[in-house]
């Protein structure tokens, strides 16, 4: 539960989360699709409940959230790359500053990570001199280098052009086919029906319906969902 003043923004949200698998969150915009996966890592405080990581409640006060960050990769809709930063420094800062890792590891790594998101040849570009495709693939590529345990996109492609969308789309079937534990908030349905494992619809702070994907889209059990996706088909 989560509550702001008397807005009630999460209500009895309970769902367990599979490792080497994507859960997808849909539902319309103010729905606390968002706010859920903030509370995640609590950039968004809960009122009440408990949040399991690995067994360890991140709402206990004897926690050290700052821990247990370092397992989560987190990916925004604004990219939040640091402009003052090149390509390279972006993704290799928080490693060698906060995990404390060697250097030439770190940057070893960033590299193949560069490479594989088709920005081999940018590292030295600073984040002005790049589309918003490519600096999303940056900011997924930063999520990965500190080897998070799983991975948080908060509608990672609803700030670009389509063109666009299709490549940072791309690179996320590609973290898919790994393995890659991802929790993504987002609006490209496609997405959300033919890669993720679950697709979980949620309205007004509350979990409408949750099932696996391909059975959600085929068989939605509740009105609430068939009258959304029907609105969402009438509108691609």
């Known amino acids: 539960n989560l509550h702001y003043g008397d807005f009630h923004a999460l209500k009895d949200v309970n769902m367990q989360i599979e490792a080497n698998k994507i859960t997808a969150f849909i539902g319309p915009s103010g729905c606390g699709k968002s706010t859920f996966l903030r509370s995640l890592n609590l950039l968004e405080t809960p009122t ?4 399991l990581f690995e067994g360890t409640d991140l709402t206990d006060k004897s926690t050290d959230i700052n821990v247990t960050r370092q397992k989560i990769g987190m990916v925004f809709q604004q ?3 640091f402009p003052h930063f090149s390509v390279l420094k972006n993704i290799t800062d928080a490693p060698i500053r906060v995990q404390k890792r060697k250097k030439e590891e770190v940057y070893a790594q960033a590299r193949t ?9 940018r590292e030295n570009a600073y984040p002005f001199q790049l589309s918003g495709g490519q600096q999303q693939r940056a900011a997924i590529a930063r999520a990965l280098a500190t080897d998070p345990e799983i991975i948080y996109f908060d509608e990672p492609t609803s700030a670009l052009d389509p063109e666009l969308t299709g490549e940072v789309l791309s690179v996320m079937r590609q973290l898919a086919e790994e393995g890659m534990t991802m929790l993504v908030v987002t609006h490209e349905m496609g997405f959300a029906r033919n890669v993720s494992s679950k697709t979980v619809f949620m309205e007004n702070g509350v979990v409408v ?3 696996p994907s391909r059975e959600f889209f085929a068989d939605p059990k509740e009105e609430r969902t068939r009258a959304f996706l029907q609105k969402i088909a009438h509108t691609e």
Do not use: T
């Open 48 to 51: 009440s409940g408990q949040i």
């Open 79 to 81: 990219f939040n790359l």
């Open 113 to 121: 990570l560069l490479k594989q998101m088709g920005l081999a040849d």
């Open 209 to 211: 319906e949750q099932a």
